[in-house]
């Protein structure tokens, strides 16, 4: 989701890296380097890790760094997103990187490849201290692995649950706890919203990423449902369990319970949570940095709001996540020894506690103790449930990457049409289900002559 935010991400780094000039520590004189070549996928990343090795006093004679640079708009001006991914990892062969800092999907698919380094041993020494990172992240990052630990991560992407207290309480509403259900949190929007209240609509519960499809995904993907089958050669969107999503979803946008915008704009602000017109908001880490950590946004609620761990299957325990960068060492690399070095200084105890001692707008630190300046009833919910190993949605390997950016038009007029109440569910789900196929049918077949071609 950070992907299509990277200039907002590269302003603040920047502001950042401003506001740090001058400050600078010792780095530690016993670690030894050699020339090393480190390739970042995404100029932030760079950008942020350059700041660490300044204020770290890191020898930047011993890297030669490699930066793509606006990679995702080729990607936006007309490759598909599988095609997009076939050139990064070529960049990568070409290249010959010792250390690469990539996106979670990418680091899977060179995983899965054998093409990296298990620094499993290397990170278990006691000065990296690799059992204080948040619970279930190296869980996360072995499975994309085959079982061996590839690569470190030291942001993660979450969205959790914020809801405003004194709309809760002005409607006699009990207000949201954690551990609750899809079900439980949409009934609880259907309570407090009051839909055509004077010249302003109020909602429910609205999400960042409003847009019905993204909706689904999300209630279906933190409910611990499957949209595939194992080869990724069936759609399963015709299931009882996701009838029972879409038939929610629906519900609650017809109530109006539910905020979705249309296709079109699938993306609303935190102005609506901010303004009090919505009682509830999935959002993310960048509303702390904004709500808490901007004082001159006058309409900030501090202490009126109160967040939560994401809603889900409280039998699971876990909720999705995203890692933004995921750092690891080629298993061609002749240097092993020096790229290792970096990647523990980069993800290291002292430099995280050192620069990150905040949420990084869209992006919160694996290692939990280093926001020392927000509440621990802010950071809390972020942390509270472990990364789900796998997502029913988007981690099957053997579903061509571009199948969602085809099926989402799809997904959407089906979705209007149960909302308009043109279509019953049952209707919607078998229409879903007969376009969905043909489509995945479809992207399975050129993936296949285009790898017979390769």
């Not at 942390?383 to 199948?403: E, H, S, T």
Request: charged share 30%; aromatic share 10%.
């Amino acid at each position: 989701m950070g992907k299509w935010r990277v200039a907002i991400m590269l302003l603040f780094i920047i502001a950042l890296i401003s506001g740090c000039a001058g400050k600078t520590l010792e780095h530690d004189e016993s670690i030894q380097t050699s020339k090393i070549k480190v390739l970042y996928q995404d100029e932030g990343a760079y950008y942020t890790d350059i700041d660490k090795i300044k204020m770290m006093n890191y020898p930047l004679d011993q890297i030669e760094f490699i930066v793509q640079t606006n990679e995702f708009s080729k990607f936006k001006d007309g490759k598909s997103l599988d095609e997009f991914y076939e050139g990064q990892k070529k960049f990568l062969d070409k290249h010959k990187p010792d250390v690469i800092v990539v996106d979670e999907n990418l680091f899977s698919d060179t995983a899965r490849e054998e093409k990296l380094y298990n620094m499993e041993t290397d990170l278990q020494d006691n000065t990296f201290h690799l059992n204080e990172f948040m619970p279930g992240l190296i869980d996360r990052l072995k499975s994309r692995g085959d079982g061996k630990l590839y690569g470190i991560a030291p942001y993660f992407y979450r969205q959790v649950l914020f809801y405003n207290k004194d709309l809760f309480e002005k409607h006699h509403v009990a207000p949201p706890r954690s551990n609750m259900t899809w079900d439980e949190v949409l009934e609880l929007a259907g309570q407090i919203s009051d839909p055509g209240s004077g010249k302003r609509d109020f909602h429910g519960i609205y999400h960042t990423y409003s847009a019905a499809p993204a909706m689904m995904y999300q209630i279906g993907s933190s409910s611990g449902l499957i949209l595939f089958d194992e080869k990724g050669e069936k759609l399963l969107i015709d299931t009882d369990g996701w009838k029972h999503v879409i038939k929610k979803l629906t519900t609650a946008v017809r109530s109006r319970a539910l905020l979705v915008h249309p296709k079109e704009r699938n993306m609303t602000h935190d102005g609506i949570f901010l303004d009090g017109d919505s009682a509830m908001l999935i959002g993310d880490p960048s509303f702390i940095y904004k709500d808490v950590m901007q004082p001159e946004d006058m309409r900030k609620l501090h202490k009126k709001w109160g967040v939560l761990s994401p809603p889900g299957n409280p039998k699971l325990a876990e909720a999705n996540m995203k890692l933004p960068y995921v750092y690891a060492v080629t298993a061609h690399s002749d240097n092993k020894q020096a790229a290792m070095e970096f990647v523990k200084f980069i993800n290291g105890k002292k430099t995280m506690e050192t620069y990150s001692q905040d949420f990084m707008y869209d992006y919160a630190p694996t290692r939990m103790d280093n926001l020392k300046d927000l509440d621990v009833s802010v950071t809390e919910p972020f942390y509270q449930l472990k990364p789900q190993k796998a997502d029913g949605i988007w981690d099957n390997p053997n579903v061509p990457r571009d199948f969602f950016l085809a099926f989402d038009p799809i997904l959407s007029e089906e979705l209007q049409a149960v909302i308009d109440g043109k279509k019953t569910v049952d209707q919607a789900a078998a229409e879903l289900k007969e376009k969905g196929q043909a489509v995945l049918h479809q992207l399975r077949d050129k993936a296949r002559s285009s790898n017979l071609t390769s």
